[in-house]
C-alpha cells in the first residue's frame, strides 16, 4: 500500500475522531435527563392465586443521553489511537487486509447502540440488554475473526476461495437482537401502546445501516470494482460508523433529548 494512501487515512481518522467528540460533546451539553428503568425480573409467590407469578424491580435509571454520548465518544477515542499510538500497528494490519481495532471498538460500540434502541422500544429487562449487548459483540467480533481466517488462509495458500463460515455465524447472532425489537414493536401496536414514530424511523435507519456493514464486507471479499482495494472498504467502514452513529444520536436526541 503507497504510503500516500496511509497518510492520508490517518488524517481522515483524525478527522472522524474529532466528529465524532464533537457531536459526544454536543449532546452532553444539550441534552435533557431523560432516564429510561433498567429492571431486574424474577418471580415471586402469589399468596392468592398461590403460585409464580413474574415480576420486576427497577434497580436503576440509565441516563439515555449517556449510552448516546458513550458509543460517540468509543468511536473518537477509536479513531484518536489508530491514528497516533496504535498507527503502526494498524497499517500493518492494513497491508495484510485485516483491521483489528475496528471490530473491537464495533464490539463495544455497536453493541451500545443496539441497547439504546431496545431500551427504546421497552425493553427494560436488564437480563434481556445484557444478552442483546453480548449478541452484538459476537457479530462483530465473528468480522475479526472472518478476516483473520482468511488471512491465514491466504497466506498458507490452502485455498482461493473465501471461507464465509464466520460471516454467516456473525450474521445468525446479529438478527437476534433485531428480532427481539421488532416483536416489541409489533405487540406494542398491536395491544394499544404503539411506539412514538421516531422509534420506528430508528428502527428502520439504523438496521440498513448495520446492513450496510455486512454488505460492505461481502464487495469487498468479493473484490467488486473499488472494494478490490482493501482501504477503499476501511474508508467506507469508518463512513458508515460516523453515519449510522450520527444518524441514531440526532434521532434519538430529537425524539427524547431535546431541552
Known amino acids: 500500500m503507497a504510503s500516500n494512501k496511509l497518510g492520508r487515512l ?19 451539553w444539550l441534552a435533557t435527563d431523560f432516564t429510561l428503568p433498567l429492571n431486574l ?35 473518537a477515542l477509536a479513531h484518536l489511537v489508530i491514528a497516533t499510538v496504535g ?19 464495533y464490539a463495544f460500540s455497536a453493541s451500545t447502540m443496539m441497547v439504546a434502541v ?7 429487562d436488564a437480563a434481556s440488554l445484557a444478552l442483546i449487548f453480548l449478541a452484538v459483540a459476537v457479530m462483530n467480533l465473528c468480522g475479526l475473526v472472518m478476516e483473520a481466517h482468511n488471512q491465514a488462509l491466504r497466506r498458507a495458500e490452502t485455498t482461493s476461495r473465501t471461507n464465509w463460515l464466520a460471516f454467516w455465524v456473525g450474521s445468525l447472532a446479529g438478527i437476534a437482537p433485531w428480532i427481539a425489537v421488532a416483536l416489541y414493536l409489533a405487540s406494542g401496536a ?44 476501511e474508508r467506507a467502514y469508518i463512513l458508515l460508523s460516523l453515519f449510522a452513529k450520527s444518524a441514531l444520536a440526532w434521532q434519538v436526541f430529537a425524539g427524547t433529548l431535546r431541552p
Open 87 to 105: 498507527r503502526r500497528r494498524y497499517e500493518r494490519g492494513l497491508r495484510k487486509g485485516i483491521n483489528r481495532f475496528r471490530w473491537v471498538e
Open 118 to 124: 431496545a431500551m427504546l422500544v421497552g425493553i427494560y
Open 190 to 233: 398491536a395491544y394499544g401502546s404503539k411506539a412514538p414514530d421516531f422509534v420506528y424511523w430508528i428502527f428502520v435507519s439504523i438496521f440498513v445501516f448495520f446492513n450496510c456493514f455486512a454488505i460492505n464486507m461481502v464487495l469487498q471479499y468479493k473484490g467488486v470494482g473499488k472494494w478490490r482495494d482493501y482501504l477503499y472498504g
Open 10 to 28: 490517518r488524517r481522515f481518522n483524525l478527522i472522524m475522531a474529532g466528529l465524532h467528540a464533537v457531536q459526544g460533546i454536543a449532546i452532553l
Open 41 to 75: 425480573g424474577y418471580l415471586r409467590f402469589d399468596a392468592a392465586a398461590q403460585s409464580l407469578v413474574p415480576a420486576a424491580k427497577t434497580i436503576t435509571d440509565v441516563p439515555l443521553a449517556a449510552l448516546v454520548v458513550a458509543f460517540l465518544f468509543m468511536s
